[in-house]
Nanobody, 115 residues
């Protein structure tokens, strides 16, 4: 059974940094894209960043220049380095991975940025 386990969330002051990790465990043949999403209570989940199997990346406009997505294919792990955090970045962050036939979600990790 495939599981995604996120870690690295927490409480940080505005301007600070956090690094999220998403480790994929279980029987998974080949991971294509990996992505991070976030959700605030009462709002729709929004896409934040993704990275292809070849390392190409893209970001939602509000995080460009502040967040960096990366991956370690040997460890089946994705990362999200978040710098210059703002209170509006407060959300539950979840990772999503895609294979040729399916996609999987993690349970999420809370990020809270205080002003």
């Amino acid at each position: 059974q495939v599981q995604l386990v996120e870690s690295g969330g927490g409480l940080v002051q505005a301007g600070g940094s956090l690094r999220l990790s998403c480790a994929v465990t279980g029987s998974i043949f080949s991971i294509n894209n990996m992505a991070w999403y976030r959700q605030v209570p009462g709002k729709q989940r929004e896409w934040v960043a993704f990275i292809t199997s070849g390392g190409l990346t893209n970001y939602e406009d509000s995080v460009k220049g502040r967040f960096t997505i990366s991956r370690d294919n040997a460890k089946n792990t994705a990362y999200l380095q978040m710098n210059s955090l703002k209170p509006e970045d407060t959300a539950v962050y979840s990772c999503r991975v895609y294979t040729n036939y399916n996609n999987y979600w993690g349970q999420g990790t809370q990020v809270t940025v205080s002003s």
